[in-house]
Nanobody
Framework: QVQLVESGGGLVQAGGSLRLSCAASGRTFSSYGMGWFRQAPGKEREFVAY????????YYANSVKGRFTISRDNTKNTVYLQMSSLKPEDTAVYYC???????????WGQGTQVTVSS
């Protein structure tokens, strides 16, 4: 069982930056690949970024590639999402999630709101 708590969301102007954090409970954090998803109003939840258990592999949605960076610190049981050059279309609730098997995400945080004003 893993509990995930996101933080770091807020209101930012277009072109600005934010760093989201996701703190995980439990001693098995390093066993999971971790992902960030987001859901904008009226839209389906979509993939944003993924990082493997030992940070050896990262993947990004095309819409955020070059602007967002996912990282993790297994000593702190925390995964981060550094977001730069933010656009109004990045406005969404951002969710942290743990991958329990390839492509399967069974644990989710409660989400943190990111709002980008134009």
């Amino acid at each position: 069982q893993v509990q995930l708590v996101e933080s770091g969301g807020g209101l930012v102007q277009a072109g600005g930056s934010l760093r989201l954090s996701c703190a995980a409970s439990g001693r098995t954090f390093s066993s999971y690949g971790m992902g960030w998803f987001r859901q904008a109003p009226g839209k389906e939840r979509e993939f944003v970024a993924y990082i493997s258990r030992t940070s050896g592999h990262t993947y990004y949605a095309n819409s955020v590639k070059g602007r967002f960076t996912i990282s993790r610190d297994n000593t702190k049981n925390t995964v981060y999402l550094q977001m730069s050059s933010l656009k109004p279309e990045d406005t969404a609730v951002y969710y942290c999630t743990a991958e329990t098997s390839p492509g399967v995400y069974d644990y989710w945080g409660q989400g943190t709101q990111v709002t980008v004003s134009s």
